[in-house]
């Protein structure tokens, strides 16, 4: 029977993560105790059934590398490395996990967490919880829950809180999902809400054949989608909304990182895409954007978020980085061009319609983008939210698709 881990700093959070575990083995699994602690304290050597020392263990240095040392930053980053290869040795052995933490242990129990795959119940108890937890959950499903009070003892709000926890855990592993026996390979897209239309479109005329899995194109999503295409989940993907990477070379804020189409690289699965809202980088509410883009063109999509018009030379960069990255591709890649426009707002008439800046996008990758036998790029009169374009594009995939 595999377990339910529970992880965290003995050293420091004995007595949170012994009422946790007390709660937890009320439950239909086993419980396995996992310390993190740095300092090798000799009163939590023997209190987790899995101690500080055998995590460390799982370094590529081994565990002095870990625990050795005097610098405290140091000692959490191994460990968390330690943990993260501990986690993947046990997969197999783990059903569920949870774990507690300040800034040091939310850091190192994170980093095993992301290890582990996607679905299996993953709950973080922590101090940090209403800041931005990007830098700890990356693309990972993990649940985090607020601790509210600092986790240094136990008193009556924070086993309030705790007892939550473990009630929510428990009913996972009481109730595990379970995969159909027979299921469709599934498919990755990308969309945002000025090109739902074209996915929407899309997703009903492959969801006969396929399980459509899409993803909000919002810096997490395009790193999670490629996450579960480096791991095989996906057969392939119709990426229709790049607008992460103008977020990423312009500055906006919802950016997929430098390694964006990275991923599509290494699995030469089948990918149709499309620059889909690259007119557009991202903003919070309009007092956020910075003062060096006061000049430009913008569009109040709602009172939290502020859109900004990318510009030809802007258009130009983007259009060189994406035919950068798919030139690098060795599988099956069409990359389909709508020239009526690449968003709800870039339209005839509408609040971002700028010919120039769509003509520097479009040129550009048809220049820098190299055709090969694998690779194509098709040049489409109609607009990226059109039925026309989106029946094209099913048609590019399914072509891939029978491509030997």
């Known amino acids: 029977m595999s377990k339910l881990y529970l992880v965290g700093t003995f050293d420091t959070k004995s007595k949170e993560l012994g009422y946790l575990a007390t709660l937890l083995r009320r439950g239909v699994l086993p419980v396995v105790t996992v310390d993190l602690s740095t300092q090798k304290p000799a009163e939590a050597a023997d209190v987790?059934?899995?101690s500080a020392q055998a995590v460390a263990a799982c370094h590529p240095?081994?565990?002095?590398?870990?625990?050795g040392g005097s610098d405290r930053g140091a000692a959490v980053k191994a460990m968390a490395e330690a943990f993260a290869r501990f986690c993947i040795s046990r997969q197999n052995d783990i059903s569920a996990m949870i774990g507690?933490?300040?800034?040091?242990?939310?850091?190192?129990?994170?980093?095993?967490?992301?290890?582990?795959?996607?679905?299996?119940?993953?709950?973080?108890?922590?101090?940090?919880?209403?800041?931005?937890?990007?830098?700890y959950i990356g693309s990972s499903d993990t649940i985090v829950i607020p601790s509210v009070t600092d986790l240094a003892g136990l008193n009556r709000l924070s086993r309030n809180i705790l007892h939550n926890a473990a009630q929510a855990l428990i009913g996972m592993t009481a109730s595990p999902y379970l995969r159909p026996i027979v299921e469709k390979e599934s498919l990755g897209l990308s969309m945002f809400g000025v090109t739902t239309p074209c996915v929407t479109q899309i997703t009903a005329q492959m969801k006969p054949d396929y399980d459509c899995v899409v993803f909000h194109a919002t810096g997490?999503?395009?790193?999670?989608?490629?996450?579960?295409?480096?791991?095989?989940?996906?057969?392939?993907?119709?990426?229709?909304?790049?607008?992460?990477i103008a977020d990423e070379l312009v500055g906006g804020v919802l950016p997929s990182g430098p390694a964006r189409l990275d991923a599509v690289c290494r699995a030469r699965k089948p990918w149709v895409g499309a620059p889909g809202a690259v007119d557009m980088v991202n903003f919070w509410a309009p007092?956020?954007?910075?003062?060096?883009?006061?000049?430009?063109?913008?569009?109040?999509?709602?009172?939290?978020?502020?859109?900004?018009?990318?510009?030809?030379?802007?258009?130009?960069?983007?259009?060189?980085?994406?035919?950068?990255?798919?030139?690098?591709?060795?599988?099956?890649?069409?990359?389909?061009?709508?020239?009526?426009?690449?968003?709800?707002?870039?339209?005839?008439?509408?609040?971002?319609?700028?010919?120039?800046?769509s003509a520097a996008l479009f040129d550009t990758l048809d220049a820098r983008f190299k055709q090969t036998a694998q690779r194509k790029l098709v040049r489409l009169p109609h607009h990226i939210n059109d039925p026309a374009f989106s029946a094209a594009a099913v048609d590019a995939f399914q072509s891939l698709q029978q491509d030997p």
Not at 61 to 67: I, K, N
Not at 221 to 244: A, I, K, P
Request: proline share 6%; aromatic share 4%.
């Open 48 to 50: 987790a059934d899995v």
């Open 61 to 67: 240095e081994g565990a002095d590398h870990v625990l």
């Open 100 to 135: 507690i933490g300040g800034g040091g242990g939310s850091a190192m129990v994170s980093e095993g967490m992301r290890a582990l795959p996607y679905g299996l119940p993953k709950l973080l108890v922590t101090t940090l919880a209403s800041g931005d937890m990007a830098p």
């Open 220 to 244: 997490t999503g395009g790193r999670t989608l490629e996450s579960l295409l480096d791991s095989g989940y996906l057969c392939g993907v119709m990426d229709m909304t790049l607008t992460e």
């Open 287 to 357: 007092d956020t954007v910075p003062e060096k883009f006061a000049d430009r063109l913008f569009y109040n999509h709602n009172a939290n978020v502020t859109l900004m018009r990318t510009t030809p030379d802007e258009n130009a960069q983007i259009g060189a980085w994406i035919a950068a990255k798919l030139n690098k591709c060795r599988g099956p890649v069409t990359l389909l061009i709508p020239e009526g426009g690449v968003s709800a707002l870039d339209i005839k008439d509408g609040p971002f319609h700028h010919p120039e800046a």
